[in-house]
């Protein structure tokens, strides 16, 4: 059994975009990131404070607009309109789960799609569909479609099963796996799915997407198959000075020694979805500079 270390491969990530905006820097563009984040989530204060810390590391300009979690829709909009306008910011996230009085699709319209590093916007859905290299992909899929590049495995004719058919990842995920980069089969499965282990017991991927602790157990995985751990759960844990500790979606465990790979948690997919969003970010500063 093989760990797949998602550090390691963020860090590769990492080190690609650092060249990229050293080249950047010499045409006097310095890429801009603004992250959003509406409400008190502790969970999203801890993601949103990584995202903008790794953009000071690598010398991005980076905006953390932080929003009481009264904040309406209307004023939402017009942060989110100033920072279209605002030509030091390339690329503009709004952490999701917003407060459920934000109607969130409206939000993702209201961004320009140039600057939607996080591919959720109508345009930027249909360009992943579509396979428009000019699209911005969510990063999470894109930073698991990495992992299994760097992890050497094979995705063409391979059996692939997605677990869960979020926008954020399951979706984009079936669209990445099924592309013609990847030549996978994929299928996606979610709660209301008939037979759920034995769906997933027929792939040779498996992406686990289903935001429930441990909810992948051996019952539900093949011998040699390939699993991806996308979950962040925190669960209770009162020897923890937290009180907590993070679990992901799959029994690690339980399941490590039938897998010929997997990532764990923390330190697979969560560094990631980061670096990936670096390079849209990067991305984005290059096109919106010609
Ligand atoms: N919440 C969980 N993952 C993500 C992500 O990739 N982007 C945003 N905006 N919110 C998230």
């Not at 990229?20 to 204060?45: C, Y």
């Amino acid at each position: 059994m093989k760990v797949i270390d998602g550090k390691q491969v963020a860090q590769e990530v990492l080190a690609e975009c650092a060249l990229e905006i050293g080249t950047l820097k010499t045409q006097g563009i310095i890429p801009g990131l603004a992250v959003v984040l509406v409400g008190e989530d502790p969970a999203s204060q801890v993601y949103v404070g990584s995202k903008v810390k790794k953009c000071g590391e690598l010398g991005l300009h980076s905006l953390k607009i932080e929003l009481p979690s009264e904040t309406t829709q209307e004023e939402l909009l017009k942060v989110v309109k100033e920072l279209n306008e605002d030509a030091a910011i390339h690329g503009i996230l709004v952490q999701s789960p917003p407060p459920p009085h934000i109607d969130e699709a409206a939000i993702v319209r209201a961004i320009d799609p140039g600057k939607d590093v996080d591919g959720f916007h109508p345009e930027n859905v249909a360009k992943l569909a579509l396979e428009d290299p000019t699209g911005f992909v969510p990063c999470t899929p894109a930073g698991c479609m990495r992992l299994l590049q760097a992890a050497g495995v094979e995705t063409s004719g391979a059996e692939a099963v997605v677990l869960g058919r979020s926008m954020i990842v399951g979706k984009p995920m079936g669209l990445l796996l099924m592309g013609r980069e990847s030549n996978a089969t994929v299928t996606i499965a979610h709660s209301r799915t008939k037979d759920l282990a034995g769906v997933c017991r027929r792939a040779d991927i498996v992406i686990a997407a289903i935001g429930k602790p441990e909810f992948v157990t051996a019952d539900y995985v093949k011998e040699g198959a390939v699993v991806i751990d996308v979950g962040i759960n925190r669960i209770k844990d009162d020897s923890r000075k937290s009180g907590y500790r993070l679990v992901g979606d799959v029994a690690y465990d339980e399941i490590k020694d039938q897998c010929a790979a997997i990532t764990p948690v923390p330190g697979g997919v969560g560094p990631m979805t980061i670096a990936m969003l670096i390079k849209n970010t990067i991305k984005a500063a290059r096109q919106q500079s010609v």
